[in-house]
């Protein structure tokens, strides 16, 4: 199987997981596609075979993979996503957009009515004139904020982009429209809105597993 490898803590659950089970031997003829600079590394570390989605072009391959497995920010009763607030939402969405099946993993906390409702949305934006990609941002209805890491010094991604935080105060009253208006605007690389993506959703709660389908 082609697998894509999710960032963020539930991702490296399930890739810690995988590792295990292809030490073992009880799963053979895996290569698994990354996310993130950190998932990769720790992918090596376990042993687990990594590719590409370019390489697998370049061996005449196409590039298809079985599955992706992530974790999300926020899911919506369409099983609509907020991702990205583990730093990886551009290289997250080329890889799971490859995935003929894409599943989620949550606790129930993630669940929601409505996007935005508990967690700024993540957008991902080039760094020239990085002042006024922001302040465009802030006249969609939002509180727009560049993320700073501890230190003061702007978080910067795998693909040397800077990472917005937008926090709508009643949530995204339309995640599509949204999603349109980012994908038009220059200097806007890439948003956390993954929508009619998730193939389904597993969320963890007090009263035990629930499997997600649309």
């Given amino acids: 199987?082609?697998?894509?490898?999710?960032?963020?803590s539930t991702s490296n659950i399930f890739t810690d997981l995988l590792g295990?089970?292809?030490k073992s031997g009880a799963l053979k003829d895996i290569l698994a596609v990354p996310t993130s600079e950190s998932t990769a590394a720790r992918a090596r570390a376990l042993g687990i075979p990594l590719t590409t989605l370019s390489q697998l072009v370049?061996?005449?391959r196409p590039a298809v993979l079985?599955?992706?497995?992530?974790?999300a920010d926020e899911v919506d009763p369409r099983l609509?996503?907020?991702k990205g607030l583990g730093r990886a939402l551009l290289r997250e969405k080329?890889?799971?957009a490859?995935?003929?099946c894409f599943i989620v993993i949550v606790d129930q906390s993630k669940i929601v009515t409505r996007l935005g409702e508990k967690v700024p949305l993540p957008v991902e934006i080039l760094p020239f004139e990085a002042?006024?990609?922001?302040?465009?941002l802030n006249s969609l209805g939002c509180r727009a904020e560049i993320w700073l890491e501890p230190d003061g010094s702007r978080v910067v991604t795998d693909n040397g982009n800077y990472l917005v935080r937008c926090w709508f105060e009643d949530g995204i009253t339309d995640a599509y429209d949204l999603a349109g208006r980012l994908a038009e605007r220059p200097g806007i690389i890439e948003h956390g809105l993954f929508l009619d993506m998730a193939s389904r959703v597993i969320v963890s709660g007090a009263v035990g597993i629930e499997v997600l389908e649309k």
């Fill in 131 to 136: 002042e006024a990609h922001i302040s465009w």
């Fill in 58 to 60: 370049k061996a005449h």
């Fill in 80 to 82: 609509n996503l907020i």
């Fill in 1 to 8: 199987m082609l697998i894509g490898l999710g960032s963020g």
């Fill in 20 to 22: 295990e089970q292809i």
């Fill in 94 to 96: 080329i890889v799971e």
């Fill in 66 to 71: 079985d599955l992706a497995v992530d974790g």
């Fill in 98 to 100: 490859h995935a003929r």
